[in-house]
């Protein structure tokens, strides 16, 4: 029986596509920011990184100011006019490094005003969860709890790059990854948070990927390779582990406090801190911290209680 080879190939490269399981045109990315963003070319090093893996590229665009806040972005138009330009994947939105400490409140209506014009294109609303200065570690935790409070708000991502920024510090005192200015991010620095975004866009490891980076035949970033496996690991570990990690700290009764890590879109799990009773919370809707007693359907040792519930509003 003589067989049509042409037909053939095409019924072998149709079904492999259908068995690859990953979408084969790029993942459209806008990144809406400022120096942060545009330091060491950010967006350029989570490309490289995509396009050194082998797998599915990563096409982005930037809207990028030095010092702008979201507001700003918002009403000076360019960011808004790129938004509604195309159809991206994924929109990134950076807010200005001490403006989620200074003024959450102030973030949170201009990012959910840019999620809005995000939303109508049908794009996915990312957060770039952004660093302390180098003098000043415990921004740290102001800056998750902005971000991560109006991701909880919108159903949006969280990028966890400042996460894993403290987590590689606190894994070697010697480590730098701030510029002399203790603010921006060197090489380093970058680096880690394009591996973060690496991971957190395509939910895939960064480790194993090349230590230097480059686009159009412009060398980008290079780092020593021992370092380079360390930050991939890390940026690994922390974005698997931000699924679990604490959104904030909710207020149970007029003393008790317990931090909360979301399970899914449904349900989190509670963990009562030291001295609380025996009553758990469940989330608001809205940023403010609020409670409603339950009924704890599980207690761990060592007096620590768990519990998992619906998420509901209060």
Known sequence: MQVNTSVLL?????????????PKEPLSVLFIGNSYTAGNNLPALVAALADAAGGRKIETDRSIHGGFTLEKHFEKGEAVEKIRRRKWDVVVLQEQ???PCVDPELMHRF?????????????????????????????????????????????????????AWKNALTADAQLVLHRDDRSHPNPAGSYLAACVFYATLLQ???????????SRGKTLVTLDA????????????????TREKPFGVLQ???????????????????????????????????????????EPQAVEPAGRRVAEMPLQRV
């Open 10 to 22: 095409s019924i072998v490269l149709f079904s492999a596509g259908i068995c690859s399981g990953e």
């Open 97 to 99: 490094s001490q403006m």
């Open 111 to 163: 990012a959910r005003k840019l999620h809005a014009e995000i939303d109508k294109q049908g794009a996915k609303t990312v957060f770039f969860l952004t660093w302390a200065r180098r003098h000043i570690p415990s921004m740290q935790e102001g800056l998750n709890s902005a971000y991560f409070g109006i991701a909880r708000q919108l159903d949006a991502e969280v990028a966890p790059v400042g996460m």
């Open 204 to 214: 895939k490891s960064p480790v194993g990927l090349p230590a230097e980076l480059g």
């Open 226 to 241: 021992k370092l380079a496996g360390r930050l991939q690991q890390i940026a690994w570990q922390t974005v698997q582990e």
């Open 252 to 294: 149970i009764g007029q003393h008790a406090r317990c931090r909360f890590a979301q399970l899914s879109r449904f349900g989190y799990r509670f963990r009562l801190g030291h001295g609380a009773d025996d009553r758990l919370g469940v989330a608001a809707a809205d940023q403010q911290p609020s409670a409603r007693p339950v």
